[in-house]
């Protein structure tokens, strides 16, 4: 998988294919994390059990019959219209065609969420964009303040803010 993944698409990819994903997802969802060398890279357990118990609130892209991205999300047992997104991936070969930003409409789409929720580190500038054009879409409002700080971490991790963003058009 991680060879597909890294050969380049077309000039022009058909259009993605967005969908929930499936138990047989997991593994693609754990390569492409992993091959992000950016995000944090969970169990493939946890890939294969996400894809099984929240795909309604998860999307995978494919182009050209391959896996191309994914978001995880998960609508929050305290605020159940509050569309937590967990992790968002795009493979190197399709970058640069909008398709984590076609992800999230499609997702936020689906689940009919009246906000959204995300945690960026400072140093992430791609995703505090995506995230900022994502409410400029929205027409929302953008709240950052600080949610898990280093000092909580056991292991050093650099402090995750909160973007929320809401309302969302219903």
């Given at each position: 998988?991680?060879?597909?993944?890294?050969t380049?698409?077309?000039?022009?990819?058909?259009?993605?294919?967005?969908?929930?994903?499936?138990?047989?997802?997991?593994?693609?969802?754990?390569?492409m994390?992993?091959?992000s060398?950016?995000?944090?890279?969970?169990?493939?357990?946890?890939?294969?059990?996400?894809?099984?118990?929240?795909?309604?609130?998860s999307?995978?892209?494919?182009?050209?019959?391959?896996?191309?991205?994914?978001?995880?999300?998960?609508?929050?047992?305290?605020?159940?219209?509050?569309?937590?997104?967990w992790?968002?991936?795009?493979t190197?070969?399709a970058?640069?065609?909008?398709?984590?930003?076609?992800?999230?409409?499609e997702?936020?789409?689906?689940?009919?969420?009246?906000?959204?929720?995300?945690?960026?580190?400072?140093?992430n500038?791609?995703?505090q964009r995506?995230?900022?054009?994502?409410?400029?879409?929205c027409?929302?409002?953008?709240?950052i303040?600080?949610l898990?700080?280093?000092?909580?971490?056991?292991?050093?991790?650099?402090?995750?803010?909160?973007?929320?963003?809401?309302?969302?058009?219903?």
């Amino acid at each position: 998988m991680a060879d597909d993944a890294d050969t380049p698409l077309t000039n022009r990819p058909t259009a993605p294919v967005l969908r929930p994903p499936t138990i047989e997802d997991g593994a693609a969802l754990w390569q492409m994390t992993k091959d992000s060398k950016v995000l944090d890279v969970n169990s493939s357990y946890y890939y294969l059990l996400w894809c099984r118990d929240f795909a309604d609130t998860s999307v995978i892209a494919e182009i050209d019959g391959r896996p191309a991205g994914f978001v995880t999300g998960y609508l929050r047992p305290e605020a159940p219209t509050t569309l937590m997104v967990w992790q968002v991936a795009v493979t190197e070969a399709a970058r640069g065609y909008g398709l984590a930003s076609r992800m999230l409409d499609e997702l936020a789409a689906r689940t009919s969420a009246q906000a959204l929720e995300t945690t960026i580190t400072e140093d992430n500038a791609a995703s505090q964009r995506l995230f900022a054009s994502f409410a400029e879409r929205c027409g929302a409002g953008h709240e950052i303040t600080p949610l898990i700080t280093a000092e909580m971490y056991p292991d050093g991790h650099d402090t995750e803010f909160l973007h929320r963003i809401a309302p969302l058009a219903t």
